[in-house]
């Protein structure tokens, strides 16, 4: 089993950034990609960014490339998500989940590649 615990959410207004964690217990962290989709009112849950066990690869959807940043501390058992220049349209509830398959040097993008995940941090952006 895999807890993760997602924090940083709030309200801030358009232009601005925020910086979620995702702190993990449970199974070996450093061994997997982990990833954060978000969801809408509304809409589906999508992909926002992944980062591999290592570091070394990332991917981004092509709406938050340039203005958020993954990154993960495998000695913390901890991934973040840096999101700057904040639009209105990224209000949603971010999720973190980690990937099912070890080692991954692929990284997943689909909801179906995930098979732990968060409870969600709500991040709301005004304009």
């Known amino acids: 089993q895999v807890q993760l615990v997602e924090s940083g959410g709030g309200l801030v207004q358009a232009g601005g950034s925020l910086r979620l964690s995702c702190a993990a217990s449970?199974?070996?962290?450093?061994?997997?990609?982990m990833g954060w989709f978000r969801q809408a009112p509304g809409k589906e849950r999508e992909f926002v960014a992944a980062?591999?066990?290592?570091?070394?690869?990332?991917d981004y959807a092509g709406s938050v490339k340039g203005r958020f940043t993954i990154s993960r501390d495998n000695a913390k058992n901890t991934v973040y998500l840096q999101m700057d220049s904040l639009k209105p349209e990224d209000t949603a509830i971010y999720y973190c989940?980690?990937?099912?398959?070890?080692?991954?040097?692929?990284?997943?993008?689909?909801?179906?590649?995930?098979?732990?995940w968060g409870q969600g941090t709500q991040v709301s952006v005004s304009s």
């Open positions: 989940a980690a990937d099912r398959i070890i080692s991954a040097r692929i990284l997943g993008v689909t909801k179906e590649r995930y098979d732990y």
């Open positions: 980062i591999t066990w290592n570091s070394r690869s990332t």
């Open positions: 449970g199974r070996a962290f450093s061994a997997y990609a």
